[in-house]
């Protein structure tokens, strides 16, 4: 989401390093580990079955989703979808991805404060991002200042949103880590390395997101103190 004129390539440059960066990251580590069989040889879904079993987490059910990297967890059905790749092989990658989506469920299963407060802004988020931008055109259209700051606190919503998202990943991975452990899963240091890398890569997407997120709205907010 942006106007553009030549400023904006102050935060469009940077955060387009950001965003390559990260997936670059993403995709080198979840192919290199993806290849490394993890020490118990079991598959993404067997993974999940005893997590489940070792940490208590019954309530929670495991689907099949099509696609790559379409792995998830849905709270509002409390279950974890885990795509092919994922659930069929028996790599340290897949135990990793698992094993984060799990750490969501945890988080859920025992009302985690961080994330009932990103759960509390996603209705807003189905409508924010959208009002922003017409807000934000409208008020640069009409030369609107009143307009163009509105655009701008809608678009705060979405940024306080991808803010928040930052510390639910991190518990969620750091729970992750933990389940596998408790799981008795961490057998090897491949499986503790390799799961550790393609959880820290997966995380600076969110960074990366977040970041992007507040550079955008930063140049917003120049626009609007310009036509002051």
Known sequence: MFIFDSSYLLVFIPALLLSLGAQFLVMS????????????????AQVAERIINAAGLHGVGLEGVPGQRTDHYDPRSHVVRI?????TRP???????????????????????????????VPAMQISPQVAMLLILAGLFFRATGLLWAGILFYGVVVVFMLLTLPVEFD??????????????????DDTSGSRQVLTAAALTY????????LNLLYYISLANRRR
């Open 29 to 44: 580590a979840f192919g290199k580990w993806s290849k490394v069989r993890n020490s118990l040889g079991l598959t993404g």
């Open 83 to 87: 795509s092919e790749e994922v659930a």
């Open 91 to 121: 790599s340290v990658a897949a135990m990793a991805v698992v094993a984060h989506e799990l750490g969501h469920a945890q988080q859920h299963q025992e009302r985690s404060v961080l994330i009932q407060m990103r759960n509390f802004l």
């Open 172 to 189: 969620a991975s750091r729970r992750g880590l933990n389940l596998l452990n408790q799981a008795g899963l961490m057998v090897a240091s």
């Open 207 to 214: 960074v990366a997101a977040a970041l992007t997120a507040v």
